[in-house]
């Protein structure tokens, strides 16, 4: 039997999405830009599809636009958004911790003219609002701050960076994929003018994203060719995609809204925590209560991350050691760098992300894989000294 803790890096597609799917799959097959009744058929199935994820969202149907992921939404906000306010302004604020769809896609414009503050941020992860009111200044033209981490699940302040920006008119946008699974979104009460979510982060299925942009929010497209997505986005869109992922979306807003199963999932990872701190040398990363109800996650010291994450799996507990873009890379992860945590420490990092299907025997189970595997691992490698207590954990550095 296996023990799947890896959520924030992708779920498994629910029953509903995939039975939602299966006719564009099959029957509905037509193309949405077609006239004729095949091609009507397939708009239809769009159609609904955008306008529950614009509900879900509290937008309008024409403020969503479906892109390949959360990696395309997020370039796509930047690039097009920054592009677009060009001639105003080469200015972006951003932070220091954002997924690397976000932070690779300012580089690519830090090379090509624009300027680039990232915010940092504290020990647990947290962004300062005032920090990014500092940031901005008359060239600005662009803010993202995502709405919780991916690696460390720390919950940021959305709303009031989203006044913040509203009042000094700057855009703003807002990477939601790993927040949306849980936290009700309301774009209004963000502020926010364009916003990133993911299909399989939420029991979607991959290769599906949307986009929210605010009408009257300038976007020059990634993608050139046809006129789909309002010119938005070209390309024949991928209807069944688009409709798993509103289906999924919709059951997961209302199991967020359940709050028996949200206070579910955050007990479950709080006894996971506190199981996992105490063994010696196991810190919590991230912030004790503003933090995703399904985000549990550890540095541990004296170990390699990925040396652990192998030795669970031999055990059928799959984790990861932060995001899964950056599993198999030898740097560390620059989210615990910028709260402070030095490099060394970063190594032994530990992600351990619950999911609906996920048990009180699961978590007792996988608190003993873990002290068994550091108590192995350290053993086989008795030179590397444990670390002192983290900087994360006292200090509150930024990058
Ligand atoms: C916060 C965040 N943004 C963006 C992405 C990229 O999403 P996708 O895998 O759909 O491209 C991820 C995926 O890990 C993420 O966690």
Redesign the pocket.
Known sequence: MSIYLDH???TPLRREALEAMLPYLSEHWGNPSSIHHSGRRARQGLDEARESVAMLLGAKPREIVFT???????NLAISGVAWAASARGRHIVTTAI?????LQECALLGRHGFDVTYVGVDGDGLVDPEAVAAAINERTVLVSV?A???EVGTVQPVAEIGSICRARRVAFHV?A??AAPFLPIDVNAWQADVV?I????LYGP????ALFVRQGTAMVPLLQGGAQERQRRAGTENVAAAVGLATAFALAADEAMLTAESSRLSGLRDALLAGLTVIPGVHRTGHATQRLPNSASVVIDGIEGGDLVAALDLEGIEASTG???TTGSVEPSHVLLAMGIDAERARGSLRLTLGRENTEADVVATIDAVERGVARLRAAAPAREPAEAPAAMSAAPSV
């Open positions: 924030a890096s992708t390949s992921g959360g990696t395309e939404s997020d954002e997924h690397k769809a976000v995502m919780a981490n991916n990477d994929v790993q990133s993911s299909g399989h982060k991959k290769g599906i994203g995001s899964a873009c």
